[in-house]
């Protein structure tokens, strides 16, 4: 899996380093404003997905 230094020092979560796209970490920055994020990938192990499906808030 491969990140930026500046994502990886942030992130809480690992599926949060799976963001790769600026509307991505953006829409995530926006959403955890409010509270706890999740991060839907489409597959189930972090290191085999290979895109978000989405990314909502956990209330």
């Given amino acids: 899996m491969y990140t930026s230094k500046y ?30 994020v999740k991060v839907e990938l489409h597959h189930e192990q972090v290191d085999l997905a290979k895109r978000v499906l989405g990314i909502r808030s956990r209330q």
């Fill in 7 to 36: 994502i990886f020092d942030r992130a809480t979560e690992i599926a949060e380093l799976k963001l790769e796209t600026e509307e991505d970490l953006q829409k995530w920055r926006e959403t955890r404003r409010v509270g706890a």
